[in-house]
């Protein structure tokens, strides 16, 4: 098992641009999250979902749209990058029981 | 809301001593649940333990032990003689039921810093 892969690992953006995060596990597991790690802030949470085709708004989503229309994929999008969205951004999965298990991460920085 | 208080943004000790790291949380759910994270220095998060809120005991797993005390809202966590390995950024975590999504709210993290 691969566990949870994140697409790609590092991405540069121009203010403006727009770009689409890849979140896939091969867990079989109906949550899926995506969080905003910010220094000296912790992981907050930006939109996740509780099975395939659904998805809810977590603590800061505003700027990102998601999409989970496979239940191993779950994707993050911003439509007009703004440099408030240079962050470090994971994805988690989880299947019945509470544990998250987190990806590697993707560090976005917007120029 | 919810809500996690890690009051130690860095910790420093030199290797062999003990070290606890404090966590302090906020809930109105009468269920939920704590975890502690990992995050060495390559950046990936690791998950070390959950306690539900039903289960005080305390738990020891080799050098490290975890004191869950309601009364007090607090789930400290303590290495014993902490090694360099033992040197990264450790998240307390809380998160409700899975009624609510299971979201997890983070505390804001200690960095400990393990040396030589």
């Known amino acids: 098992n691969a566990g949870v892969t994140q697409t790609p690992k590092f991405r540069v953006l121009k203010t403006g641009q727009s770009m689409t995060l890849l979140c896939a596990q091969d867990m079989n597991h109906e949550y899926m999250y995506w969080y905003r790690q910010d220094p000296g802030m912790g992981l907050r949470l930006i939109h996740y979902s509780v099975g395939e085709g659904t998805t809810a708004k977590g603590e800061v989503p505003d700027g990102y749209n998601v999409s989970r229309l496979k239940k191993q994929n779950f994707l993050l999008g911003l439509e007009s990058a703004a440099p408030s969205q240079t962050s470090v951004y994971f994805c988690?999965?989880?299947?019945?029981?509470?544990?998250?298990?987190f990806g590697p991460g993707t560090r976005l920085t917007v120029l | 809301a919810q809500k996690v208080t890690q009051a130690q943004t860095e910790i420093s000790v030199v290797e062999k001593e003990d070290v606890t790291l404090d966590c302090v949380y906020e809930t109105r759910d009468t269920t939920y649940y704590l975890f502690w994270y990992k995050q060495p220095p390559s950046g990936e998060l690791v998950f070390l333990i959950r306690?539900?809120?039903?289960?005080?005991q305390n738990e020891i797993s080799g050098r490290y032990s975890w004191n869950f005390q309601k009364s007090t809202s607090s789930f400290n966590f303590t290495i014993t003689a902490s090694q360099v390995v033992d040197s990264a950024v450790y998240f307390c975590a809380l998160s409700g039921e899975e009624t609510s999504g299971s979201r997890l709210t983070f505390g804001e993290g200690t960095q400990l810093t393990v040396n030589p």
């Open positions: 306690r539900n809120s039903f289960d005080e």
């Open positions: 988690a999965s989880k299947s019945v029981g509470v544990t998250q298990y």
